[in-house]
């Protein structure tokens, strides 16, 4: 079995910065992608960010030059930097991982962080 757990959210004022982690446990020999999504209320989740095992990453257009996202794999963890926030980036925030794992390749997400972005 294998757990994402996020950590970092909270509440913060419009201009802060605010750093999630995500860290992946059990049994996974390999992790591809680890992603962040996000979900606003009455909104679709999106993606917001993600990075592959090679370190390649990709971002959403409306949190380009203002989040990165980075990993270390020997922690099997990934990270949100996330500066400059605006009150459109309230939100759940979900990790989401995929891999090989005993099981064969399977793809996992996290139980979610909120951020509120208010002052």
């Known amino acids: 079995q294998v757990q994402l757990v996020e950590s970092g959210g909270g509440l913060v004022q419009p201009g802060g910065s605010l750093r999630l982690s995500c860290a992946a446990s059990?049994?996974?020999?390999?992790?591809?992608?680890m992603d962040w999504y996000r979900q606003a209320p009455g909104k679709e989740r999106e993606l917001v960010a993600g990075?592959?095992?090679?370190?390649?990453?990709n971002y959403s257009d409306s949190v380009k030059g203002r989040f990165t996202i980075s990993r270390d794999n020997a922690k099997n963890t990934a990270y949100l930097q996330m500066n400059s926030l605006k009150p459109d980036d309230t939100a759940v925030y979900y990790c989401?991982?995929?891999?090989?794992?005993?099981?064969?390749?399977?793809?996992?997400w996290g139980q979610g962080t909120q951020v509120t972005v208010s002052s």
């Open positions: 989401h991982a995929d891999g090989v794992t005993a099981l064969g390749w399977r793809d996992y």
């Open positions: 059990g049994t996974l020999f390999s992790i591809d992608n």
């Open positions: 990075i592959n095992s090679g370190a390649r990453v």
